[in-house]
């Protein structure tokens, strides 16, 4: 499997700020995710990040608030814009690989943020 | 759409009890399904998956069934330990839209000595 990295591991934000995560992977591969969340809840992919081309958002999602880019196939970041206390929450990225494991998501250990 | 239901939480057990945590789902086709397995503090780690019916996933003395006939993917345990304390997912990834995982709610497990 994929070893995934995400930085931050944790912050807090003020109110009217932007944070940038970063999602490295320590090979290539063919999609990445990224998930909230909100505390106590389960996730919800936000927008699968495509390799040289605008992110694919879920519904109730926007490019506005939570911008992505992926500029190759080991890295994606995710920016949560204009934050405010509803954006506390854990976000985490996920891929994929192709094969026989290409249905298989592994995810990395998170980013929990805090917004005051 | 897909969905998954899973039993609320939490539940606790005594180390060595058997464990049961129940997951149905609803998609169309034939979906592949997952327990991922949250430990505190931490991401979500694949526990086991089944990817067509009858299947049987297992993995750290955990198993689950793929059941298309009662749509269901429960997870077993037949001891349970202090390390098992965890919050437990259970997943599908359905036969369009990719490789989207739908998440059920997350069912917390506490093990007491």
């Known amino acids: 499997s994929a070893v995934i990295s995400q930085k931050p591991s944790r912050d807090i934000c003020q109110r009217g700020t932007s944070l940038t995560i970063q999602c490295q992977v320590d090979?290539?591969?063919?999609?990445m995710f990224w998930y909230r969340q909100q505390p106590g809840q389960s996730l919800t992919l936000i927008a699968t990040?495509?390799?040289?081309?605008?992110?694919?958002?879920e519904s109730g999602f926007v490019i506005d608030k939570f911008p992505i880019s992926r500029p190759n196939l080991t890295f994606s970041t995710l920016t949560v814009s204009n934050m405010s206390p509803e954006d506390s929450s854990i976000y985490l990225c996920?891929?994929?690989?192709?094969?026989?494991?290409?249905?298989?998501?592994?995810f990395g250990a998170g980013t929990r943020l805090s917004v005051l | 759409g897909d969905s998954v239901t899973q039993m609320e939480g939490p539940v606790t057990l005594s180390e060595e009890a058997f464990l049961t945590i129940n997951c149905t789902y609803t998609?169309?086709?034939?979906?592949?399904l997952f327990w991922y397995v949250q430990y505190p503090g931490e991401g979500l780690q694949l526990l086991l998956k089944?990817?067509?019916?009858?299947d049987k996933g297992s993995n750290k003395g955990f198993e689950a069934t793929y059941r298309k006939e009662t749509t269901s993917f429960h997870l077993e345990k037949g001891s349970v330990q202090v390390s098992d304390s965890a919050v437990y997912f259970c997943?599908?990834?359905?036969?369009?839209?990719?490789?989207?995982?739908?998440f059920g709610t997350g069912t917390q497990l506490k093990v007491e000595l």
């Open positions: 996920s891929v994929t690989s192709g094969g026989l494991a290409k249905n298989i998501q592994y």
């Open positions: 090979s290539q591969v063919t999609m």
């Open positions: 990040a495509n390799q040289g081309s605008e992110a694919t958002y």
């Open positions: 998609a169309t086709g034939y979906p592949s």
């Open positions: 089944a990817t067509k019916a009858d």
């Open positions: 997943a599908l990834s359905g036969t369009r839209g990719g490789n989207k995982l739908t």
